[in-house]
């Protein structure tokens, strides 16, 4: 029964963290931009997001099941949490193309020490954190690309609020 509840606590961890791209949607100012052609279709966006959104759950709560609550592992479990709530927030709701490419990166960084932090406890859990990171590199470039073909729309967004 404990292990169900702490299943439950870290689904309801990551649902938080999911809210914030619920909260701060692309809407139809995001629809104008202009974007490479390697952009994903808008239905795929959920679809990864919420498939990765269980991976993470599920990476947090195994080790915790394994390792308790191990320090440092859990802080950086904790930091890409955290950036990852904040990037919609940044790019979508603040519209700070740049801002929000910062945060991607320190993202990428704390998923990749999260990962490598969390494989010599259980070893499925750091490759579970794997599919995030190649979402978030993709994520990246496509972040910069979409800041890097729009100057005028994030000014024009941050002039008009």
């Known amino acids: 029964m404990s292990s169900i509840l702490s299943l439950l606590v870290f689904v309801a961890i ?4 999911a809210m914030s791209g619920a909260l701060f949607k692309p809407g ?15 239905w795929a966006f959920p679809v990864v997001w919420s498939a990765l959104y269980v991976m993470i759950a599920v990476a947090g709560w ?5 390792a308790g609550l ?13 950036l990852n709530a904040a ?3 940044l790019f979508f709701g603040m519209r700070r193309p740049g801002l929000a ?13 999260n990962a490598l932090l969390f494989y010599p406890i ?3 859990t750091g490759l579970l954190l794997v599919p995030y ?14 800041w890097r073909r729009n100057p005028g729309a994030f000014r024009a967004a941050a002039v008009n609020g």
Do not use: M
Request: with cysteine; net charge negative; hydrophobic share 60%.
């Open 122 to 124: 259980d070893a499925v």
């Open 87 to 89: 990037w919609s927030a």
């Open 101 to 113: 490419f910062a945060d991607v990166l320190a993202l990428w960084i704390a998923v990749a020490v």
């Open 70 to 82: 191990v320090t440092l592992p859990f802080l950086a479990y904790g930091v890409q949490l955290i």
């Open 28 to 42: 139809p100012w995001y629809e104008t931009l202009e974007k490479p052609s390697w952009n994903p279709p808008n």
């Open 62 to 66: 195994r080790v915790y099941e394994a």
């Open 14 to 17: 990551v649902l938080a963290v």
């Open 133 to 146: 990171l190649l979402w978030v590199t993709a994520a990246s470039c496509l972040n910069f690309s979409v």
